[in-house]
């Protein structure tokens, strides 16, 4: 089974508009990590928001945030207020477990901010 | 603010040749990573280092791969004889301490002819 699942290959939104991108997890491991990053065309990967599997709150990071559905496996990123800038590759990535543990990250999602 | 620094950014090598991609991680940070991203794909993990070890290695970390931290600072990938399968983008990222963020660097993109 795939550790990380985002159903979305590719997402519109209108500038100035919240948008929420999709992301489920599987894991057994109580403790784990969840991770959103960035990826414009330029190829960078840049760290927006990280999620801990024991935070009591969704994590927010200005205009990013978390929807964090503990029972559902689930981690949204929900982007509000879109700019142009916006627009990228966006993926989610779960660590299992603590230590030096990789990422597994799922296939991404494209997001077009429509001017 | 301090960032994850590779060089080169791209690489364009024949198939049969060593490369070495090198990196620069955050100087306070502990962990080590190599990424790689086939283009169109998803990112994919090969070796993790820690401790001037490797503390975990996926499947496509065979033995034409292998990394190496010969200075305080340098955090590099060989890969011994390439071949065309391995161009994609790879990724360099430390991070500070067990549960910190992974910090990548812009990546290097390999071509092999």
């Known amino acids: 089974a795939q550790k990380i699942t985002q159903t979305q290959p590719g997402m519109f939104v209108q500038e100035k508009e919240a948008v929420t991108l999709d992301c489920t997890y599987d894991?057994?491991?109580?403790?784990?990590?969840l991770f959103w990053y960035k990826q414009p065309s330029s190829g960078e990967m840049i760290f927006l928001i990280y999620?801990?599997?024991?935070?009591?709150q969704n994590a927010t990071e200005g205009r990013y945030s978390l929807n964090f559905q503990k029972a559902r496996k689930s981690a949204n990123l929900v982007i509000s207020a879109s700019q142009l800038g916006d627009s990228a590759m966006y993926f989610c990535?779960?660590?299992?477990?603590?230590?030096?543990?990789?990422?597994?990250f799922g296939t991404g999602t494209r997001l077009t901010v429509i001017p | 603010e301090p960032e994850v620094t590779q060089t080169p950014s791209h690489q364009v090598t024949q198939m049969g040749q060593e490369v070495i991609l090198r990196c620069v991680p955050i100087?306070?940070?502990?962990?080590f990573y190599w990424y790689r991203q086939i283009l169109g794909q998803k990112v994919e993990f090969l070796v993790s280092?820690?401790?001037?070890?490797?503390?975990?290695k996926s499947e496509i970390f065979d033995d034409q791969f292998s990394v190496e931290r010969p200075d305080g600072s340098n955090f590099t990938l060989k890969i011994r004889s390439t071949k065309l399968e391995d161009s994609a983008m790879y990724f360099c990222?430390?991070?500070?301490?067990?549960?910190?963020?992974?910090?990548f660097g812009n990546g290097t993109r390999l071509t092999v002819t």
């Open positions: 990222a430390s991070k500070a301490g067990i549960n910190s963020p992974l910090h």
């Open positions: 894991t057994s491991d109580p403790s784990y990590g």
């Open positions: 999620q801990g599997s024991y935070d009591q």
């Open positions: 990535a779960m660590r299992e477990g603590t230590g030096a543990n990789n990422l597994f």
């Open positions: 100087s306070n940070h502990l962990y």
């Open positions: 280092f820690y401790n001037n070890e490797i503390s975990e």
